[in-house]
């Protein structure tokens, strides 16, 4: 594919290379000759700058939390209490069974928890019972 140098120095890229490149209005460029040869290549840490700082981890989350959501289990971490253990997963007897045990402690701690957040439910007698009791 051939090109001609416009008046004011401009280049316009054929589209079918704009395409293979992924080169949008707002790419930047780098230019260098080597051995009398014009190298144009795209700046791919662009992309990347740009996206710094766009997405927000929740409070306390970190990165590797957020790339074992997506990547799922590696085959050495620990299985988390709230973790369910899938039937079909390979998982030696003795580690399933420890960790039914934690998963119970940690519903029951939850359990507990939820209980006591829970204000106190006032009790209502009915009419029959206070005027039952004299009052």
């Known amino acids: 594919m ?11 890229i054929p589209k079918a ?7 949008v209005p707002g ?4 230019f260098t000759v080597e051995g009398g040869k014009l190298i144009v290549r795209k700046k791919v840490d662009d992309a990347f700058s740009r ?3 766009m997405f ?3 409070h306390g989350e970190t990165a590797e939390d957020l790339l074992r959501d997506l990547r799922g289990r590696a ?3 620990p299985i988390e209490p ?3 253990l899938r039937d079909d997963a390979d998982v030696p007897a003795a580690l399933r069974e420890d960790h039914a045990r934690r998963r119970a402690a ?3 701690e939850r359990e507990a928890l939820a209980d006591a957040s829970q204000p106190p439910r006032k009790i209502r007698r009915s009419r029959r019972t206070r005027t039952a009791e004299g009052r």
Do not use: H, K, N
């Open 2 to 12: 051939e090109a001609t140098v416009a008046q004011r120095g401009q280049v316009v």
């Open 17 to 23: 290379i704009r395409d293979q490149l992924g080169l």
């Open 27 to 30: 790419t930047q460029l780098s």
């Open 51 to 53: 996206a710094r700082g």
């Open 56 to 58: 927000r981890l929740p």
């Open 75 to 77: 085959p050495g971490d």
């Open 82 to 84: 709230w973790e369910e």
């Open 106 to 108: 940690w519903l029951a």
